[in-house]
């Protein structure tokens, strides 16, 4: 589904990433964690093509996509959640959701069954789909951009850290509807600094540091391999008492 090799890719001088390479197979969902820096939110932006790699290939199911407009990759059905607040705040809640179906605005049919479905599935919607987003809370705004994300019926969807100031219920809200999403054939790509939330969610793991991916296999390999705490959890593995 999507292959990214020996991507380096930065913003300035210097790389951030430092020739990644990350294969996602369909129908998976992948988890990438690591320390603050690490280039997580830099790869998501790669795939999405809001940033250009300098060096290597970006594929979606068979597409080059890394020399594409992120227009076009959109297109193709990749869609992101990005880390940082991205709803327009004077706009309702409904117009944000409806803005994410913004390439199929002239299928009003499809447009308007996407936004039931949504509506149904992430009850804020439905609740404050009159009030400006501004008016939300940081959690609720995070429900109303991954209902955003979901108005293209994504074939890859991008998480920049789902969870990021979730309470408890709205946590257990956005992962069932992961694994709801997931089930219905979305393959998912997230990152996520709680390590537990994400590693279960996941099929698949992948531990970033310094640009460079360290560790990768399935989600329950990455959680309980050895040098995970080392790696990313900071100084090293508690050692077993005897
Ligand atoms: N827009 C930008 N301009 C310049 N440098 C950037 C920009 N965005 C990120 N960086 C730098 O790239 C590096 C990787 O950042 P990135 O956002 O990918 O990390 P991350 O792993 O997502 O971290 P976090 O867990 O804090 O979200 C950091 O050193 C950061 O300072
Ligand atoms: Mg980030």
Request: aromatic residues 2%; contains cysteine.
């Amino acid at each position: 589904m999507l292959t990214l090799s020996d991507v380096t890719a930065g913003y300035g001088g210097g790389n951030v990433l430092q020739g990644v390479d990350l294969h996602c197979e369909a129908g998976t969902v992948t988890c990438i964690v690591g320390p603050n820096g690490a280039g997580k939110s830099t790869v998501l932006r790669v795939i999405s093509g809001l940033l250009r790699c300098r060096t290597g290939t970006v594929e979606m199911a068979g597409t080059r996509t890394d020399n594409l407009p992120p227009e076009q990759v959109l297109a193709l059905g990749v869609t992101q959640v990005p880390q940082s607040q991205a709803l327009f705040p004077g706009m309702t809640v409904r117009e944000n959701v409806l803005l994410g179906g913004y390439l199929i605005r002239r299928n009003r049919k499809l447009l308007a069954s996407r936004y039931d479905a949504i509506r149904e599935r992430i009850p804020i919607v439905a609740e404050r789909a009159g009030d400006p987003a501004g008016n939300l809370s940081g959690g609720q705004r995070r429900m109303v951009e991954i209902a955003r994300c979901l108005m293209l019926d994504p074939k890859l969807l991008l998480l920049d850290e789902p969870s990021l100031g979730l309470d408890p219920r709205s946590l257990a809200g956005v992962a069932a509807l992961i694994q709801s999403l997931n089930q219905a054939g979305t393959t998912m790509l997230l990152v996520e600094q709680n390590v537990r939330l994400g590693l279960g969610l996941a099929t698949h793991g992948v531990v970033m540091e310094g640009g460079k991916v360290r560790l990768t296999g399935t989600a329950a390999e990455v959680r309980d391999h050895p040098e995970m705490a080392s790696l990313y959890l900071g100084g090293s593995a508690p050692t077993p008492a005897n």
